[in-house]
């Protein structure tokens, strides 16, 4: 197995510049802080946690950086243990959690592979954008470990099948900014498969053509650009080609 530890390190470094750089001053749901053609996939990842969390359930959000996710979570009114890596962005989303909230929120600084959290003691595991940052296989044992029976994983994240896609990833890493873990890790059909042994799932695929955007912002609006992107994920095979995932599975 890889040792990703000093993958982990610059991770960590990195985002807590970023910290520096901008911090979340209040918290939005995440989807209208994306641009409007690429706000789909997360727009469904907030529907699926208001269609699965209830008032009162215990959910662990991972790779939960500033809070940019956090709120779709804190709206159902459950109790969020937000664990990132970074201690810095981890302060930076507590100050941002509007007082109604705040005692439901519990900071946690760690590694999402090895939670410093109680066996089978999560109603909800949820993730944006956070898969590619610790191994796979750890990753999957750690969420049949900390879920309940019958407890939900939603995610969404980069799907790593499309050569497109594929080759910008690895053009970044070229670049140093990505690291070998992200690459290597990206959600994909093995993951898919995995989860299945412990897990009945659903997934839903979205920006096939979402590389397409910059050559049609001069000829089209935000929204004409949004419908046409929906259109082309239904006629295209969206498990070959698409940009994003949205991952639905429950604990058998």
Not at 110 to 130: C, L, R, T, W, Y
Not at 214 to 232: N, V
Request: hydrophobic share 40%; proline share 5%; charged share 25%.
């Amino acid at each position: 197995m890889p040792d990703f530890s000093q993958d982990k390190l610059k991770e960590q470094l990195r985002y807590d510049r970023r910290v520096q750089v901008a911090q979340v001053k209040n918290l939005q749901l995440g989807s209208c802080l994306m641009p409007k053609g690429l706000a789909a996939p997360y727009r469904a990842y907030e529907a699926a946690i208001r269609k699965y969390i209830s008032s009162g359930q215990k959910v662990l959000e991972l790779g939960a950086g500033q809070g940019e996710h956090s709120l779709s979570i804190l709206q159902q009114d459950a109790y969020l243990t937000a664990l990132d890596i970074s201690e810095k962005s981890l302060a930076a989303l507590y100050s941002a959690v509007p007082e109604a909230y705040k005692s439901k929120v519990t900071p946690l600084k760690g590694d999402m592979e090895f939670p410093n959290v109680p066996k089978q003691s999560f109603d909800a595991v949820v993730s944006a954008g956070a898969m590619s940052y610790a191994d796979r296989d750890n990753l999957i044992t750690m969420l049949s470990q900390v879920l309940r029976s019958g407890g939900w994983f939603i995610a969404v994240d980069s799907w790593n099948h499309n050569p497109i896609y594929r080759f910008n990833r690895w053009r970044h890493f070229r670049r140093g900014d990505r690291t070998e873990m992200t690459l290597l890790n990206m959600p994909n059909k093995r993951t898919l498969d995995l989860l299945q042994k412990n897990f009945s799932i659903e997934t839903r695929y979205f920006g096939c053509l979402t590389f397409m955007c910059p050559l049609l912002r001069p000829f089209l609006s935000a929204q004409k650009i949004e419908t046409l992107l929906r259109i082309f994920d239904v006629i295209l095979p969206g498990r070959i080609l698409a940009f994003k995932v949205l991952i639905i599975a429950q604990k058998k």
